[in-house]
């Protein structure tokens, strides 16, 4: 099988627990769902950063100590609403600079770069399309220092060991002086996590069916919806949010284009997604792993969320 989604979607059915990675997510429509999701007033982890990126930036940009021009680098800017205040004030500071959003959508690429082009006349824009990992070898070379934003909490969907070779790699492909600004959810009351992720509104439900909806279309299965169920729960000993879709009888769906037939039990969970919320010190410890330097925490003014900056 050469296609990567059947592969990693059968992987994970085959499997003593069942899983499906939260990557698949973001078709068109799971997009659609996400920007929902953050438009809703409990998931508080978009509001928090705006406000960082908003009321902070001259203390962002004060502490990269760089010089002009640099290059700013954002991995997975989507619709880059989260970036626009920073971007703002550099151009009304007249700093020099060249943004580069990086995406997988051209769609989103190309809405963005001429959204920023009437709302920021002036400003230098390099947008791409592709795999994070080339394009960053690629500003490697470049001459000027680089901030790489990686924002949203993103790092949160990745297991430890996998966010340690994430950052790794984004650490190999930095120079010198380059700086990362990792946008990073904090423990806090449980209760705000919880009501973030089992929402009242049933998008985060919607959210997570909505792959059992992709798996029907890519690869003609016959998954029935209504025979799903959605859980989740928060732990916050160890600070993980853990996402399951749940099976609501005995029942088994076809993967046609495959050929392959999926049994699931009465109550059978697929865990779909993690969520991972951080200390102070293990934010600390995630850089120091990483082989990266802290060098400033940049918190919301309910300390719910923390744009960390690293070198
Ligand atoms: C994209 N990511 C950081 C989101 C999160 O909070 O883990 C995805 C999400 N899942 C459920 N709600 C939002």
């Known amino acids: 099988m050469t296609n990567a989604f059947a592969k990693d979607i059968l992987t994970g059915l085959r499997a003593e627990q069942k899983h499906l990675p939260s990557k698949y997510f973001y078709d068109d429509n799971g997009?659609?769902?996400?920007?929902?999701?953050?438009?809703?007033?409990?998931?508080?982890?978009?509001?928090?950063?705006?406000?960082?990126?908003?009321?902070?930036?001259?203390?962002?940009?004060?502490?990269?100590?760089?010089?002009?021009?640099?290059?700013?680098?954002?991995?997975?800017?989507?619709?880059?609403?989260?970036?626009?205040?920073?971007?703002?004030?550099?151009?009304?500071?007249?700093?020099?600079?060249?943004?580069?959003?990086?995406?997988?959508?051209?769609?989103?690429?190309?809405?963005?770069?001429?959204?920023l082009k009437e709302r920021l006349p002036g400003i230098h824009i390099s947008p791409q399309v592709g795999d994070y990992f080339e394009i960053l070898k690629k500003n490697k070379e470049n001459d000027y220092p680089s901030l790489l934003l990686f924002l949203g909490s993103n790092i949160g969907n990745y297991l430890d060991d996998k966010a340690i070779e994430l950052l790794q790699l984004f650490n190999n492909n930095m120079k010198k002086g380059d700086k990362l600004l990792i946008g990073i959810d904090l423990k806090k009351n449980p209760i705000v996590i919880r009501d973030a992720y089992d929402d009242k509104h049933g998008i985060t439900k919607r959210f997570n069916l909505n792959l059992l909806l992709r798996i029907?279309?890519?690869?003609?299965?016959?998954?029935?919806?209504?025979?799903?169920?959605?859980?989740?729960?928060?732990?916050?000993?160890?600070?993980?949010?853990?996402?399951?879709?749940?099976?609501?009888?005995?029942?088994?769906?076809?993967?046609?284009?495959?050929?392959?037939?999926?049994?699931?039990?009465?109550?059978?969970?697929?865990?779909?997604?993690?969520?991972?919320?951080?200390?102070?010190?293990?934010?600390?410890?995630?850089?120091?792993?990483?082989?990266?330097?802290?060098?400033?925490?940049?918190?919301?003014?309910?300390h719910f969320f923390s744009d960390s900056l690293w070198e």
């Open 31 to 115: 997009s659609r769902i996400f920007q929902e999701i953050m438009n809703m007033p409990e998931y508080y982890l978009t509001d928090a950063e705006f406000e960082i990126l908003s009321l902070q930036c001259k203390s962002i940009i004060d502490a990269l100590q760089f010089s002009t021009p640099f290059n700013i680098v954002e991995l997975g800017a989507g619709d880059g609403l989260k970036t626009f205040k920073l971007l703002e004030y550099l151009v009304k500071h007249n700093i020099e600079f060249n943004y580069v959003p990086i995406d997988i959508s051209q769609e989103a690429m190309d809405m963005l770069s001429k959204r």
């Open 216 to 302: 029907n279309r890519e690869l003609n299965a016959d998954f029935r919806i209504d025979d799903f169920d959605f859980y989740c729960h928060y732990n916050p000993i160890t600070g993980e949010v853990k996402s399951y879709i749940i099976s609501l009888r005995d029942q088994s769906v076809e993967l046609k284009a495959i050929n392959e037939t999926i049994n699931f039990e009465y109550n059978e969970l697929i865990w779909t997604e993690l969520s991972k919320k951080y200390g102070l010190q293990e934010i600390q410890e995630l850089a120091e792993n990483s082989n990266f330097k802290l060098k400033t925490n940049f918190l919301d003014c309910k």
